[in-house]
Structures are given as structure tokens and as C-alpha cells.
């Protein structure tokens, strides 16, 4: 995994005048990245600070003028996601049994179905002020209706689906809470992620 070689010698520069992501912070996160992941295939005990899956999916770079391109960089973010959800899955089997990793991915499926299976319109609250901003609610309710399909294997999603998913802002009615459909379509990443073949 040569995560170093492929930040600083693969990503594109954006031109001088644009803002693309801070070359010395991404430069940094993936070197660490390429650590964290030896150190997890060594079977060492792990600190609270190593970087997983979901720290990779969080992940933010400040701007900066000519730096590298974030399509780019996202795109290497999504591969690397990739491989830590992969290793993490094997290591929790190789330590629990697959049994247990098998249950705790049907008890994610049944949360996620929770809200997936509410009317649309009703499935996240809005924001507690009116004029506050949030996601479009017919088009996280439309990215909502694919996953349910998923799940009912009517659909097929990739985590990458849901991770490039964007809505257009609303206020009022006509949205939802940011916050909460944040975190919901995380779990979702992460169920994606867990049945990924």
C-alpha cells in the first residue's frame, strides 16, 4: 500500500489561482494512513488514535491555492476506505467469529430499514429553526427509496454511491436536518461496506 508515492506523485495540481486541498495535510494523511494500516496487518495493539475506516470517510483538508486536486484525492480516499473496511472485517471474524460479525451486520440491516421503511417526507426531522438550511428532503428521500431497494435487493448500491451523494439546499419544510442525515447515511456507508462482496 504505497499511499505516500500515490499522494505526492499521482494527484493533480489544480492551476495556482484555484483552491484545491493543502498538499503538506494530505501529503501527511496518507503516509499515516499507510502506517495505521501496516500497523493493524501486524496484529499490534491498536491506540485510539490509529486511522479506520470511518476516519477515512471523515476526513477533511483545508484549502489551498494550487493545491491537489480533490476529485482526485477523493477518489484515493474511497480505494483506501475500501481497504481498511476489508482488513477490519477479517480482523474482527479472526477475533470474534463470523457468527458474531454476521449478527452484528443483520442488527445494522434492521436500524437501517427502521428509517427506510418510514413514509417519505418523514423520515428525518427538520432543522429546530426555520430558516435554517438542510438537504432538499424529495432528494435525500429519493436516495433513501434506492437503499431500501437495496436492502430488499430489488437495487444495487456501492458505498462510493452514497458517498458522492449531494442535495441541494432547503429551508423549512421542504428539508432535512443535516446533522441527522449525515449520520444515518454513514451507517449506511458502513453496511454497504460490511456486504460488499
Wanted: include cysteine.
Amino acid at each position: 500500500m504505497k499511499h505516500q508515492a500515490e499522494s505526492s506523485g499521482e494527484f493533480r495540481r489544480v492551476g495556482s489561482r484555484e483552491e484545491g486541498y493543502s498538499v503538506a495535510a494530505v501529503d501527511s494523511f496518507f503516509t499515516r494512513l499507510a502506517d495505521d494500516y501496516e500497523l493493524m496487518l501486524s496484529g499490534a495493539e491498536l491506540g485510539a488514535d490509529v486511522h479506520t475506516s470511518r476516519t477515512v470517510r471523515e476526513a477533511v483538508f483545508e484549502p489551498e491555492k494550487g493545491g491537489y486536486a480533490p476529485d482526485d484525492v477523493d477518489a484515493a480516499l474511497d480505494k483506501v476506505e475500501d481497504r481498511f473496511c476489508e482488513l477490519e472485517r477479517h480482523l474482527y471474524v479472526q477475533r470474534y467469529g463470523q457468527g458474531t460479525w454476521d449478527q452484528a451486520v443483520q442488527e445494522l440491516r434492521e436500524l437501517l430499514l427502521g428509517r427506510l421503511e418510514r413514509p417519505a417526507g418523514q423520515r428525518f426531522r427538520r432543522p429546530a429553526k426555520k430558516l435554517t438550511k438542510g438537504y432538499f428532503t424529495k432528494e435525500v428521500d429519493a436516495l433513501c427509496d434506492r437503499l431500501l431497494a437495496h436492502l430488499e435487493g430489488a437495487d444495487v448500491l456501492a458505498p462510493a454511491d452514497v458517498r458522492s451523494a449531494a442535495f441541494s439546499p432547503a429551508t423549512g419544510d421542504l428539508c432535512y436536518e443535516e446533522t441527522q442525515v449525515d449520520a444515518f447515511l454513514d451507517r449506511a456507508i458502513e453496511y454497504l461496506n460490511d456486504t460488499a462482496q
